[in-house]
């Protein structure tokens, strides 16, 4: 599978790159970011990726974050995809900017006409990794996931569908509860169809309450001020509900912080360090 290189700068001794290629899933020209630190210029390295939020491309992160200097010390590769299919010609993918282009939620479609190209969650599971793996040092058996927003449920569910795969799993103001939620019931039932059931496989919290427990040690940072928080879109409470007993769960509920990339870039630095712990045990 043909990469084509848009961009590369040098950042913290490392390389910040973009890529496109020709995906199987999504069946149309997807970019995505990967940095990779100093130390890959010497060996493998694990893996760390991100999933952005609704309205992101593979840009945001890496230019608001201020994720590289850590990413560089703890020797990590950080692979950053973008949100959605783009370009796919679909009626209605661009009526709205918490449906379709930009809001892919993470999940594999169903429904027409969404079914053929929206299939996120193959493609940042399956695809985007053995793609990494094949054309760059990175190590497969050590890989790790975090996101935010619409990507920290992204995050969450790719971690709790898949058992083993990622060593840990962080998040910021995650989606937590999509099925009673407005953005989830919008994107699931456009995404899923009207069976609600079929909604329960991509939602966190209801993949907590299903399982038997797992060995993942989940840090959540929320901010007190975001309005999403109070909106009723992120329900953290009834994730952390979920959780107990079964799921170890670090909750920050941080001061004054908004849903913004200024809070992510005050906490980034803890989340690479929570994930180094784990990809270089």
């Given amino acids: 599978m043909a990469l084509k290189q848009i961009s590369s700068n ?3 001794g490392g390389l910040q790159k973009v890529f496109e290629h020709e995906s199987v899933e999504l069946k149309c020209k997807m ?9 890959a210029e010497t060996g493998k390295c694990p893996a760390l990726y991100w999933l952005s939020g609704l309205t992101c491309t593979e840009q945001n992160f890496i230019s608001k974050s201020g994720y590289h200097q850590a ?5 990590l590769v950080v692979i950053a995809p973008d949100t959605s299919p783009r370009g796919c010609n679909i009626t209605g993918e661009d009526e709205t900017w918490d449906f ?20 996120m969650y193959s493609y940042v599971t399956e695809e985007l990794p053995q793609l990494i793996n094949t054309n760059f040092p990175v190590d497969p058996q050590r890989m790790s996931i975090f996101g935010h927003s619409m990507g920290g449920h992204g995050a969450l569910i790719c971690a709790l569908k898949n058992p083993g795969k990622y060593k840990s799993v962080s998040a910021f103001a995650p ?25 329960e496989a991509y939602d966190a919290t209801h993949l907590v309450k299903a399982s038997p427990g797992t060995q993942l040690d989940i840090l959540i940072d929320q901010g007190k001020d975001d309005q999403f928080l109070s909106d009723g879109q992120l329900l953290p409470d009834n994730f952390i ?15 004054g912080y908004d849903h913004s990339y200024y809070f992510i870039a005050t906490f980034i630095t803890d ?8 990809l270089n045990a």
């Avoid at 990413?71 to 020797?75: I, K, L, R, V, Y």
């Avoid at 989340?271 to 784990?278: C, E, G, Q, S, V």
């Fill in 10 to 12: 040098k950042c913290f």
């Fill in 31 to 39: 970019k995505f970011a990967i940095y990779l630190p100093p130390k």
């Fill in 71 to 75: 990413a560089s010390e703890h020797g």
């Fill in 100 to 119: 379709g282009t930009g809001a892919g939620f993470y999940v594999d479609a169903t429904e027409d006409p969404w079914k053929t190209n929206y299939r």
């Fill in 175 to 199: 989606i937590c509860n999509p099925v009673l939620c407005p953005w989830g019931k919008k994107a699931f039932s456009g995404y899923l169809g009207t069976d609600q059931s079929k909604w």
């Fill in 241 to 255: 509900a979920a959780c107990t007993e079964k799921i170890p769960v670090v909750f920050r509920l941080q001061e």
């Fill in 271 to 278: 989340h690479i360090r929570h994930h180094a712990k784990y």
